[in-house]
């Protein structure tokens, strides 16, 4: 990963993860703030809701003493004193007073506990009512009222009235229903519900709501059971169609503190879920814009540190390449700089460097050219100056052994001016070296000649020849220096196989390349020999001059080929020549420079 | 039935009110207005299933034969009959000069005809001025079963039912619930007193009786529930016998012993005393039997409801039914309530059905006649039960069916309820029978007195 994707990753993260963090901040101290706001609007709810139950027990207390001091009550206690009593005519009396006092439930009972008259349920005459054969409470209270179809919640008041031995209980009770929470004034987004039972599990059908019945009831179940078993306030997160909710459920409790159900205060979670959206999609676009900043601000930093670094790398590569004036630029004075300024004394000592190692390397070769020449040149001169010598000890013989010897060392003295000639030749040739003339050349064609050339020598040392050449096409190359290098490997091979052998001359043609290979079977080389064996004057060979394979690679590298040998101690020697086939160049006019 | 007769008397004796007994001259003309809560599609005998509309019925239609007062066939459109020994061939002498309202003579053709469409498990003849029936078994009640208002003579023809009574319908408005009848001036017993008589049907008790006292309306019906509260406001009421059945009627016969068990415990359970004095406010009897006590002269042997020892203890676990009562109607409403009470205190849970898949039917079956023998085969055909089969037409056999029907365990008689009218006092010679059925054809108003 670049220094560059480094380090927008590293802005783009810190801005990410303190856009994050602040987001969860906000988020948390929001839903804290709606927490605490809804825990006191829901505390403010049921405060309200305890007061309309106040002020409707002391209004249900005041109807109940009305209905107390009617004349039904009156001739109902009268009926109470016979024996025995005729409760026939009042069945539908609660029903006409309850009506007529707008209670929802209201019952007559004698002291025996004998229900004269029930509103709400009119059969029931005759039956008992518990609540007259105890002593019923003195304030209003709640109890479960058992019906027809069912039972209902409703908050009571009971009185009593009599005469002589005779008591009549008058009960009455508002239901608590849809009217009764319809008068609780809900802030906008809250609910008060009422669920009607204490046990027996969860029923939709037992919830009444002061705005419909709940589509969403069953969600409200796991805290319902909780409060049945606890019989303790109770606090939960409901998922409903519309959102979610707070719900905040109290036991409701009757006169024995026995549970009879329970007030519900739900409260929306819209108004959070609304800003909790708008935090979010705030950090979205802070996110997003810090992204682009990160991501400006990562480009104009990489563009300040990574420059120098890459132009620093540049320089590098360039040295690496070759280029020893390689230089950056310092347009800084800080780290960056100091290291730019390290990398320029460094490539100018390198430089420094360089020149002393060739100048070394120069006067090392003039020396071994020295050497070489003297050595060289030494050997002819000797017999030279022997013969020379002869010459003047022949004169002073007399004039016939004279004569003798002139005519010997003339011969001699030609010999080794002609030795010293060639010397000089190579040496010439090797300063010389011409540049290939590319022209159309047939290796079969060439191998022929070279082959022919050294018939005498190869007869002579019982050297077997096989020539293989797999390439029909002429390639372009320098028939002459391409000779030369041939013939210089094949007397090679000859000089390494004196006792004789085996010499393969192949020619193939390979990815493009033409690969040729001249392999003897003579003793091999030692791989310190092998790795020397093209450095001028290097030369195994007692009377070599070590140019005849620095020759053939100077010709190869000018074909903008390769030469390699490849050789193991007794298993002979391969050189191997590989040469662009350059047909390209088989259009182009005959004897051009590459 | 002779045995029981003297009692029919005596009740009938009770029943005539002071007004029938005025010594005052019978009036002609005038028109008699009534009010009813039914309201009756057409007037179809065989449709006409209450009291008051098989009154009304009467005065448009007559049958063969009549029952009296003591439950006696009497002759109306036939002047005679016998029977030929074996009780299965009858022969009635059909009363000559008597006619439709159209005009048309009452022959025999037009009473076989009429017969047939209402008894195909008859054969009926027409020869000459006789009718003959011939019934399969022996069937000592062939008479009493054509007093029956389902057996009344009609001429059905373009959609009109044209009778012989003493009234012809004048004008039918269906929309508005009216009807008004008119005197038949060719009544062949002689023109009844009353010029008209006009029917306001459709009207609830408490709005009858509020036109009642407001001199709207010159008859009402009274509920058996507002018989007491009615006679407490000093108004002028005749009331019948107890003779309509209050009844829990079970959808099918018990499969098991413990389904007996169940319903005996059931039957137990019922307080029918508390639902007649409180609910009907003493309008009627508990009912142990089907017929009532006045009828039969035996109903006391079987015990009501609780009076038969309320159940040892409730059914565990409690068993539910479903009850099917008429909840339009507030007093059955109120009954039904009563009665899941007491059923729950044997352990018996009632459940509120409306459809007539319920298990338990709460029903009110008005007495069919004044034979006892016809009321138990009315009753057991109405309920779809098996016909009760009389030996003979002694107090015996009639006892022993009722008790084959009634330990059948698929009813359980609660209470039979009187019914009653309450009228104005200008309304003279109207009667009301033991079966609750109204007597109008001698009816007269006494003029208005300013």
């Known amino acids: ?594 | 039935m002779k045995r029981f007769s003297s009692v029919l008397i005596a009740a009938a004796s009770l029943l005539s009110v002071a007004p029938a007994l005025a010594a005052t001259r019978p009036h002609y003309g005038g028109t008699l207005r009534i009010a009813l809560e039914e309201s009756p599609e057409n007037f179809d005998p065989a449709a006409l299933d209450t009291p008051a509309l098989r009154s009304l019925s009467r005065l448009i239609f007559e049958n063969l034969v009549q029952m009296d007062d003591r439950g006696q066939p009497q002759p109306a459109l036939a002047a005679s009959w016998r029977v030929e020994p074996g009780n299965q061939r009858w022969r009635f002498q059909v009363r000559s000069g008597v006619i439709l309202t159209d005009g048309t003579p009452v022959d025999a053709s037009t009473i076989a005809a009429s017969l047939r469409a209402g008894n195909p498990h008859w054969k009926i003849f027409a020869l000459g001025d006789l009718v003959m029936i011939e019934t399969d078994t022996p069937d000592p009640n062939v008479p009493a079963e054509l007093g029956l208002a389902r057996n009344s003579i009609v001429r059905r023809a373009n959609g009109r039912s044209l009778g012989s009574g003493p009234f012809l319908v004048e004008q039918w408005d269906a929309a508005a619930k009216h009807l008004r009848l008119a005197a038949n001036n060719q009544y062949w017993a002689g023109r009844p007193f009353l010029d008209s008589i006009e029917v306001d049907f459709g009207k609830s008790h408490r709005d009858q009786m509020m036109l009642l006292d407001l001199g709207k309306t010159d008859l009402v019906e009274v509920a058996p529930e507002q018989i007491r509260p009615a006679q407490s406001g000093n108004r002028n009421l005749l009331i019948s016998m107890p003779e309509e059945l209050m009844c829990l009627v079970f959808a099918r016969d018990p499969q098991s012993d413990g389904e007996v068990r169940l319903r005996t415990a059931l039957a137990r359970s019922i307080d029918t005393t508390a639902l007649n004095n409180v609910i009907f406010q003493a309008g009627g009897e508990p009912a142990g039997g089907l017929l009532p006590n006045w009828l039969s002269g035996y109903e006391f042997v079987f015990p009501s409801g609780s009076e038969a020892g309320a159940p040892e203890r409730s059914l565990e676990p409690p068993i539910t039914l479903t009850l099917n009562y008429d909840s339009a109607d507030p007093v059955a409403r109120i009954v039904a309530d009563r009665l899941s009470l007491n059923a729950k205190d044997a352990g018996v849970h009632l459940e509120p059905l409306t459809s007539d898949q319920a298990e338990l039917r709460l029903l009110r079956l008005p007495l069919a006649s004044l034979d006892g023998q016809l009321d138990l085969e009315e009753l057991a055909r109405s309920l779809e039960l098996p016909l009760p089969a009389f030996g003979d037409p002694s107090i015996t056999a009639l006892y022993t069916a009722e008790s084959t029907l009634l330990q059948a365990h698929r009813i359980i008689p609660l209470l039979h309820l009187r019914s009653a009218v309450a009228l104005r006092p200008a309304v003279h010679q109207f009667q009301i029978g033991a079966d609750g059925a109204w007597k109008l054809e001698n009816a007269w108003l006494s003029p208005e007195t300013p």
């Open chain 1, 1 to 594: 990963v670049s220094f560059r994707r480094r380090l927008l990753l590293l802005f783009a993260s810190t801005v990410l993860l303190s856009v994050a963090a602040v987001t969860i901040i906000i988020s948390v101290m929001s839903r804290r703030a709606f927490d605490r706001a809804n825990d006191e609007r829901t505390a403010a709810l049921v405060a309200q809701f305890h007061r309309e139950f106040d002020d409707q027990g002391a209004e249900i207390s005041r109807r109940i003493q009305s209905v107390a001091e009617s004349s039904d009550a009156n001739r109902m206690l009268v009926a109470a004193a016979q024996s025995p009593p005729d409760y026939s005519p009042f069945l539908n009396t609660a029903q006409v007073i309850a009506e007529a006092q707008r209670l929802d439930f209201l019952e007559f009972a004698d002291d025996r506990g004998t229900i004269i008259s029930s509103a709400q349920w009119p059969a029931k005459f005759g039956y008992a009512e518990p609540l007259a054969t105890q002593a019923p409470p003195t304030t209003p209270f709640l109890k479960q009222e058992e019906l027809p179809s069912g039972s209902a919640l409703g908050l009571f008041a009971v009185t009593t009235i009599s005469a002589a031995d005779r008591r009549l209980y008058i009960i009455g009770a508002v239901r608590l229903d849809k009217s009764f929470l319809d008068r609780l004034e809900a802030p906008a987004g809250m609910k008060v519900v009422l669920y009607e039972g204490s046990s027996g599990g969860f029923s939709p059908e037992h919830l009444v709501s002061g705005d419909a019945r709940e589509a969403d009831a069953l969600e409200l179940a796991p805290i319902i059971q909780g409060l049945q078993a606890s019989h303790q306030a109770a606090a939960a997160l409901i998922h409903t169609s519309s959102g979610d909710e707070n719900v905040n459920a109290f036991p409701l409790t009757g006169a024995n503190h026995q549970m009879l159900g329970a007030l519900l205060v739900t409260s929306s979670r819209q108004i959070y879920t609304q800003l909790r959206a708008q935090i979010r999609a705030a950090a979205l676009l802070a996110a997003s814009a810090g992204l682009m900043v990160a991501i400006l601000l990562s480009s104009w930093v990489a563009a300040r540190v990574t420059r120098p670094v890459e132009q620093l790398a540049q320089a590098a590569r360039s040295l690496a390449a070759g280029n020893w004036m390689a230089e950056v630029a310092i347009s800084r004075k800080d780290e960056l700089g100091a290291l730019a300024d390290s990398f320029n004394r460094m490539t100018r000592e390198l430089r420094d460097h360089q020149e002393r190692l060739v100048q070394s390397e120069r006067a090392a070769a003039w020396r071994e050219l020295a050497r070489r020449l003297a050595h060289e040149l030494k050997n002819p001169l000797f017999p030279l100056q022997l013969t020379v010598e002869n010459l003047l000890r022949a004169r002073a013989h007399g004039q016939q052994q004279f004569d003798e010897t002139f005519r010997e060392s003339a011969s001699t003295l030609l010999t080794e001016i002609a030795n010293l000639k060639n010397i000089i030749a190579k040496f010439s040739d090797f300063s010389r070296m011409p540049q290939p003339q590319f022209q159309p050349l047939r290796l079969n064609e060439l191998f022929e000649s070279v082959v022919k050339l050294h018939l005498a020598q190869l007869a002579k040392t019982a050297i077997a020849c096989k020539v293989e050449v797999a390439v029909e096409e002429a390639i372009a190359a320098d028939p002459e220096l391409l000779h030369r290098t041939l013939s210089n490997l094949i007397s090679n091979a000859i000089d390494a196989m004196p006792e004789g052998g085996s010499l393969g001359l192949r020619a193939r043609e390979q990815n493009g390349s033409i690969r040729i290979e001249v392999a003897d079977t003579g003793k091999g080389l030692a791989p310190q020999e092998a790795a020397n064996l093209f450095t001028p004057y290097y030369t195994s060979k007692p009377h070599g001059t070590g140019l005849g394979l620095a020759i053939a690679q100077s010709i190869v590298s000018d074909h903008g080929g390769r030469i390699s040998v490849a050789s193991e101690p007794g298993r002979g020697t391969t050189f191997i020549i590989e040469l662009p086939a350059h047909r390209d160049k088989l259009s182009a006019t005959p004897g051009t420079h590459v």
